[in-house]
Every structure is written in structure tokens, then in C-alpha cells.
């Protein structure tokens, strides 16, 4: 897995990558513009919103938001991840953090309308997914959602035969999203949908 000074040193060409995977429809970033438009579509239903992204990288959506008078705050443990998107976001509070360590103190009691994650939980091994969106829900206003897109699978088949297609390039040190075992974690505490969006990725639509 990247650390942060992995990901510092991948930052000036990381679109790049993302770009020639997605265009060749190819794990793990087929359907990734897609992805990103249906998170923004949903968020831009409200005027004015206040989103929590975490792991913005350079932020390629989260910009596009901004641009729209959304209100921002990020998180993203790359200093050369967020240097590039402060250009693009001068005044968002983008915040330098590992989300492994939990939610950074200064947000704990801030409500969003949106909470959003693009390719980043994917980092965080399963439980620890489970424990981290369930500290996030307490952060959501009444009406807000928590939206997940990232690589995913709805069932542990379809994860499986994904590896078996891209097994020279597969990530083993990643630990991607199940829907049905995922889900089956959330179930008790919030509601949970996810909307498939290549053989790779989709969205996840989380609320309270």
C-alpha cells in the first residue's frame, strides 16, 4: 500500500494514471468519471452545501464543487496532493490527515450536508471501513448522505473473477468494498444502497 510519501511523489501524475485506466476500461479505474459525476450530480441538489470530502486528492471533484459555491472542507494525508488542489480551492479548509487514525479532532463537531470519498476508504481494511463511516454518521445533518465512490463489487464472485481478469496488475494490499457483506455490517445503524457503475467501481449511498 502507498503511504503518504508514496502518494506525494505519484501526486503530479496521478490523473494521468487514473485517465489511462479509466479510457481502456480497466481496473481499477473503469467508470471513474462516472462515478464522479453521479457524487457531484447528488451533491449539487442542494444550494450552498456544506461537503466533507475525504481523501480529495488533487481535487479533480472536489474543484468542481468549490467552483459552484459549495462549502468545503477535505481531508487527504498527501502534502503534495493538497498543495495542487489549494490552487485550484483557496479558500477550502483542506486539512492534512491519515484517516487511519479516525476523523481529525477539528471537524468532530461540524454537520455536513455531504460527506464524500472517492477512491480513498479503500486503504482501510473492512472493519475498519465499517468503524470509520459509523463515526461519520453522527457528522450528517438531518437530510445529508454520505456518498462513496471507489472500487467495488456487489458480491465477493464478481470481486473475485475481477481479480482473475486483472491478476497481473491486481492490488492485493488494498481491501475493496463487498455490497452484500458491506451492507450486512451497516444495516443496524443506517441505510445503505450502492449503484453499480463499471465491473469495477460504483456508488455508495449511505444515510441515516
Not at 47 to 68: E, M
Not at 143 to 149: E, H, L, V
Request: one cysteine or more.
Amino acid at each position: 500500500m502507498l503511504n503518504h510519501h508514496g502518494f506525494d511523489l505519484w501526486a503530479d501524475h496521478y490523473d494521468e494514471t487514473v485517465q489511462l485506466s479509466e479510457e481502456n476500461n480497466h481496473y481499477p479505474f473503469a467508470g471513474y468519471k462516472e462515478i464522479l459525476n453521479v457524487i457531484f450530480n447528488e451533491v449539487m441538489q442542494t444550494p450552498n452545501a456544506k461537503v466533507l470530502d475525504i481523501g480529495f486528492g488533487t481535487g479533480v471533484l472536489t474543484s468542481q464543487l468549490y467552483a459552484n459555491g459549495h462549502q468545503i472542507d477535505g481531508i487527504d494525508f498527501s502534502r503534495k496532493m493538497i498543495d495542487i488542489a489549494h490552487a485550484a480551492m483557496p479558500n477550502g479548509n483542506l486539512m492534512k490527515w491519515d484517516i487511519a487514525k479516525g476523523l481529525p479532532p477539528e471537524i468532530q463537531d461540524e454537520k455536513y450536508d455531504a460527506i464524500i470519498s472517492t477512491y480513498a476508504l479503500h486503504h482501510l481494511a473492512d472493519e475498519a471501513k465499517v468503524e470509520f463511516i459509523t463515526d461519520l454518521l453522527p457528522l450528517l445533518k438531518k437530510d445529508g448522505k454520505i456518498f462513496i465512490g471507489d472500487v467495488a463489487f456487489e458480491t465477493r464472485e464478481k470481486l473475485n473473477q475481477c481479480r482473475q481478469d486483472s491478476i497481473d496488475y491486481w492490488d492485493d494490499d488494498e481491501f475493496y468494498f463487498v455490497f452484500d457483506e458491506f451492507k450486512s455490517r451497516l444495516e443496524n445503524m443506517c441505510h445503505c444502497e450502492f449503484h453499480p457503475i463499471s465491473h469495477c467501481g460504483g456508488v455508495f449511498v449511505i444515510s441515516k
